[in-house]
Nanobody, 115 residues
Framework: QVQLVESGGGLVQPGGSLRLSCATSGSISSIRAMNWFRQTPGKQRELVATITRDGTTNSADSVKGRFTISRDNADNTVYLQMNSLKPEDTAVYYC?????????WGQGTQVTVSS
């Protein structure tokens, strides 16, 4: 079992920044990759960024150059640094942990980009 708790969402103006955090606990050694997804009502869920067990990162074209995924192994936390935010980045952001058995999801955190 893996438990995930996201934090850091909120309201920010266009061009601003936010950092999302995902605290991980449980069977951490079973995790192959950590991801951030986002979901907007009426739109398909989007994979935003990935960091694998060996530290390889990848991000969607829509956020490349603006969002950065990272992790702190000391406190088992994954981060999503979001810069130059746009109104279209507004969504509920979910942290996930992928194991060989299943994908675990956090509860989600709302990010709203608006003036």
């Amino acid at each position: 079992q893996v438990q995930l708790v996201e934090s850091g969402g909120g309201l920010v103006q266009p061009g601003g920044s936010l950092r999302l955090s995902c605290a991980t606990s449980g069977s951490i050694s079973s995790i192959r990759a950590m991801n951030w997804f986002r979901q907007t009502p009426g739109k398909q869920r989007e994979l935003v960024a990935t960091i694998t067990r060996d530290g390889t990162t990848n991000s969607a074209d829509s956020v490349k150059g603006r969002f950065t995924i990272s992790r702190d192994n000391a406190d088992n936390t994954v981060y999503l640094q979001m810069n130059s935010l746009k109104p279209e980045d507004t969504a509920v952001y979910y942290c996930t942990a992928l194991t060989s058995i299943r994908r675990y999801w956090g509860q989600g955190t709302q990010v709203t980009v608006s003036s």
